[in-house]
């Protein structure tokens, strides 16, 4: 149950007077339609303005409020149509200038010889004052402008007054909470309470007011990040408490794997691994996150813990976001599991074809020791035997509670989730602090050289015929292109045209995938380019995530400014997988945008996903980096993770220090908490505290 304190938080503004349904549904569609949407709806910028008692320079482009008399008024008939008023105020002549405005409005506003209460910019042109559209503009001149006023992210319909008058209702109701945050951090921060900052920087009421809007602003930027923090390590603790059979092995199949392997695994490789064998070894559920570049070898790291619970004597799922990348894994697994004498199986399609259903008896049997696919393999008509361990490869798109969720369906299960590419401590913490963190930041050694060049899109000839030397010498090409079909109104070139045109440099030695094709026909072609019967694959970003192709060495990206950085730092890891060294040619347009140059250097200076992932955070933003954008998953109201770097960390400390000592948040300290729980909507985990 909500508590009592929070209720008039959660009314619907569709009740105010004034606001009815279609300032509603505009308001819901901003911010939402509960009170406490509105409250944390924060402003953009502010407003100050000054009474003055006579013009002066140093009042120029500064927001002046005066009350002067009408001395005269005239429109101009060119265009731009303009309508001028002429205000004495003082002994200084003022023009109150407006472009093309309704005559009738204005000449019954500006009557000559009336006196007006008007508030707007001054300036000054050709020797003479101005005010350019004023904000106000009063007939009465008792009415009180306000001397400080914030302005608002708005939407087609809605005013600011509309939207103030709204706040002021709400704001009329806001409880004051008993604080939550550590006394000392709130002394050492200077922070108001929660109920001052709102009403502050709402409604700041003086300079004062004004100039502590960051220190306020950071108040509810960390109030919204310990919020996070807490559900996720509340959530961490409950799945701690699950309590499973602890799965001991000999290690047989492990050395067995070892010595079936053409290399040794890196330090890097086994220090995770002995992370995630004592994990499945204890009684405590795994719920781990491998962090780790591309190319560092997570596949292996996938299938040696995935053997670990077969030898335990239970099944192993492994789940990715492609079928080709589940193809490339079974077909991986397949060259050892005679070997190492366990039975493997392949799950991909949604059709209930026969061999589906003989796969899914064999999984439900028992007869299959790991089984690869996409989503298909947690669908609910999966049943296993006895699954022991869940591993999702490069998906970065579970939330915190599908995970979960996941994890609470199976009694025995383990659960560890593989990251394409490294993704920034910031996002780690605010996306997957319910988990425990392996950090994979070495390559094998020995890996060839990758060079990063950027070309002028209009050199693209050069390209060609850079290639068709590289082809003379047997090496192999993925070529990227944006978009699938030819589009009027975006001109990125389309992976058919471009195919077309290279068919004509070098005829039948091209192969194409795109996300149209069905699934045998991506299969096929991507054979066709791995035997190297044709060397060259122009692709979408189908091939973006997980493709493994070692003997391809040369990656051309077209239109490399449209695209992030993780995603330029994933595709380019494609390639230098092998023994040759490799070139990435980032193809880009001549109109580039700064932050498009900021990529394309960052690609060029460096081949570090961690550094990247960080740039990329910075450039991009949160929701353009882990795909979650439209998903709702990871957004804030408040926080914003580039500037809030150092607030995460201190709520991830204080919230873990709050799971370990009080994990059912009891007493004052825990109600406090219970409460900003519910206010930023994290009210899930205290859900899941009651479960227990
Ligand atoms: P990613 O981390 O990007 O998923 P993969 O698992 O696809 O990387 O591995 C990249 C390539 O490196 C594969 O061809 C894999 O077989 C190989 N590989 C993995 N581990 C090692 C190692 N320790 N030494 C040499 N090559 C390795
Ligand atoms: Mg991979």
Known sequence: MRPKILEPLYYNIQNISGIGPYYTSLIKNLVGDRYKDILLHMPTSSIKRKIINNVLESQINQKIIFTGIITSTWTTYKKPRMSIATVKFKETNISIIYFN???????????????????????????????????????????????????????????????????????????????????????????PKFDEAIKSIHFPRNQKSLDQYPIFLERLAYDEALSRQLALNLIRVHKRKKIKKAKNSKA????????????????????????????????????????????SGKTIVAFFSLLYVVESGYQGALMVPTEILSQQHYNFFKKYSDGLGIKIELLIGK?????????????????????????????KNVKFKNLGLVVIDEQHRFGVYQRLALLQKSPDADFMVMTATPIPRTLILTNYGDMDLSIMNEKPLNRPLIKTITV????????????????????????????????????????????????????NQISVIHGKMSYEEKENNLNQFIKSQKPILVSTTVIEVGIDIPKANIMIIEHAERFGLSQLHQLRGRIGRGMKDSICILLYDKKLSNVAKNRLTTMKNTNDGFLISEKDLELRGPGELLGTRQSGEQSFRILDLNTHKDLVEIANNEAKLISNKNPQLLGSQGSALKNLLYLFDQDKAVELIKIG
Request: a positive charge; proline letters at 3%.
């Open 101 to 191: 405005v309704k005559k009738i409005w204005f000449e019954g506003l500006f009557k000559k010889g009336n006196e007006l209460a008007i508030s707007g910019t001054l300036q000054k042109r050709n020797s003479k004052y101005q005010i350019v559209h004023p904000d106000y503009v009063e007939n009465n001149i008792k009415t009180r402008i306000p001397l400080f006023e914030t302005l608002y992210p708005l939407t087609k319909g809605l005013n600011k007054n509309k939207l103030s008058s709204v706040i002021q209702k709400v704001i009329n109701v806001l409880p004051s909470f008993e604080e939550w945050i550590d006394l000392k951090l709130i002394k050492s921060k200077k922070w």
């Open 252 to 295: 047989f199949l492990r050395k067995k794997l070892s010595s079936l392997l053409p290399f040794k695994l890196t330090k890097s490789q086994n220090n995770v691994l002995l992370d995630i064998y004592k994990d499945l070894n204890s009684n405590e559920k795994m719920s781990r996150l491998i962090q780790g570049d591309v190319g």
């Open 351 to 379: 059709e209930k074809n026969l061999k589906k259903q003989k796969i899914l008896s064999k999984v439900s049997n028992g007869l299959v020791d790991i089984i690869i696919g996409t989503h298909a393999i947690i669908q």
């Open 456 to 507: 002028n899109n209009n050199k693209i000839n050069d390209v060609i015929s850079s290639i068709s030397n590289s082809l003379k010498n047997g090496e192999q090409v993925f070529w990227v292109c944006p978009l699938v079909q030819e589009s009027e109104n975006i001109d990125l070139i389309a992976v058919e045209t471009r195919a077309k045109s290279l068919n004509n440099y070098f005829p």
